[in-house]
């Protein structure tokens, strides 16, 4: 009752759901009965979760903020959706996104433009920023986004909450809305290191829906957030990490770079070693994520032609059926990248874009790892700036793909990132947070869990 009080309060200024369930007090009032009558419930009983708008809900609307799936209702759960359902997790609603994932702001949104808590006169991030925006509030307890460029820790970042990018192929991607099928990772919210890494430990692990899940055991991260006796005993002592030189430099706000080494020093107290590494193909991720992003976005949504699912705009011969049904359909984001991916992909064209860039993508890759051979952690700020005002990069588009410049490259390798909170710097009315990117080894979410709680 006190966060559907909650939500009914702030959801005017914020605007973070698409659509909110009706039956979030009954699922409550059921766990209430069964513990009760001493019933088992399951260890999520009762917990609020919020689900991004590209996760599909059997019994809910699931659009991907795009006008061209209004009104679908998918006949089935997204495996994570299932997994934290299955535990005894409510859903309380389905949080607003950038249209299939593409944008950093939540503006492109096809329905609403989701307001930052922190100042409403400001962006979220995205694409997830419904899902930030919404644990930040208090709305929700949890809430699953997806990162496909960064659009789990954007947002974190810019909403002052944790955000979790797990390995690719950690988490089922079995009813998550395909955009880059290659990048795309379900991650996940809280407003603690533990509410996330207790969320992605329900909802990770091996899926038969989903062949590129990895069949790696989940260990149980649980035991690491247990409290942290005394930070004077260094209890991290020994751990070496890894500041990134390249993610200080030009065109990154002097207010991230102060957190960011007010970050370093910290974890120095904690006993770890912090030291500048270089990943000299950092600045090649921005390019080679939007050609590979973008390329294989356009083989993806080719799904959406009007007769499969969602709006049909009714023609009298079929390719104007798909033609009209696509061009109201997707808005001016989509089409952009869709113009931009099929273009990459032509003949004549190809080798000079997408080949070079999945090239671009194995140097990347292979920086990391030596990065990670030398480092077990590597930090970064999680954007280049706080949350800015709404309408300030909207007509600029090469200047919003500029602001995920952070982000792009940890899923071009693959690997698994934490954001959390790291300080603030002036603006709004209480100050806008900054977010700290911890970046780790494939499949070690588990060490950056651990981690980030004894930091937090
Ligand atoms: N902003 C990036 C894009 O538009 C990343 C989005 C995401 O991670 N889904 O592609």
Not at 221 to 242: Q, T
Not at 357 to 376: G, W, Y
């Amino acid at each position: 009752e006190s966060y559907l009080n909650r939500l009914r309060l702030t959801e005017p200024h914020l605007k973070s759901f698409l659509h909110v369930s009706d039956s979030v007090l009954r699922e409550a009032q059921e766990v209430d009965r069964k513990i009760a009558g001493n019933e088992a419930v399951g260890p999520f009983a009762g917990v609020l979760v919020g689900v991004k708008d590209n996760l599909c809900t059997a019994d809910m609307p699931s659009t991907g903020g795009s006008r061209i799936l209004e009104g679908y209702r998918p006949p089935f759960d997204a495996t994570a959706v299932k997994r934290v359902k299955d535990l005894g997790g409510i859903v309380i609603g389905k949080t607003n996104m950038d249209e299939f994932g593409m944008g950093s702001t939540t503006e492109d949104s096809a329905f609403q433009v989701t307001s930052n808590p922190w100042d409403v006169s400001r962006v979220p991030g995205g694409s997830s920023g419904g899902s930030a925006a919404a644990v930040s509030a208090k709305q929700c307890m949890v809430s699953l986004g997806s990162d496909t460029g960064g659009s789990v820790r954007q947002p974190a970042s810019f909403c002052g909450v944790v955000g979790l990018k797990p390995t690719y192929g950690r988490v089922s991607r079995f009813g998550l809305m395909a955009y880059a099928s290659s990048l795309d990772v379900v991650g996940c919210f809280g407003s603690s290191v533990a509410d996330a890494g207790i969320l992605l430990h329900a909802i990770a692990g091996q899926d038969r829906f989903d062949a590129t899940t990895s069949k790696q055991d989940v260990p149980n991260f649980i035991p690491h957030f247990a409290p942290v006796s005394s930070l004077e005993s260094k209890p991290l002592k020994g751990l070496r990490i890894g500041l990134i030189r390249e993610t200080l430099e030009d065109g990154v706000d002097t207010g991230v770079v102060s957190a960011i080494r007010a970050a370093a020093l910290h974890f120095e107290e904690l006993g770890c070693s912090v030291n500048e590494v270089s990943l000299p193909s950092f600045s090649l991720g921005l390019p080679a994520y939007y050609i590979l992003a973008s390329s294989e976005s356009s083989s993806n949504l080719s799904r959406y032609d009007g007769v499969r699912y969602g709006n049909q705009v009714f023609a009298d011969e079929l390719n104007s059926l798909y033609g009209d049904s696509r061009a109201e359909g997707f808005g001016s984001e989509v089409k952009m990248r869709i113009l931009m991916g099929t273009y990459a992909l032509s003949a004549g064209y190809y080798d000079a874009y997408y080949k070079r860039a999945q090239q671009v993508r194995t140097i990347i890759r292979n920086s990391f790892k030596e990065a990670l051979n030398q480092n077990d952690i590597l930090i970064s700020p999680a954007a280049p700036s706080p949350a800015y005002k709404i309408g300030e990069k909207k007509n600029d588009p090469l200047a919003m793909y500029a602001g995920d410049i952070m982000t792009v490259n940890v899923n071009l390798a693959g690997l698994p990132a934490l954001v959390l909170p790291c300080g603030f710097v002036e603006g709004g009315t209480a100050g806008l947070p900054i977010g700290l990117q911890m970046i780790g080894a494939a499949f070690n979410e588990g060490e950056l869990l651990r981690v980030g709680h004894i930091f937090e």
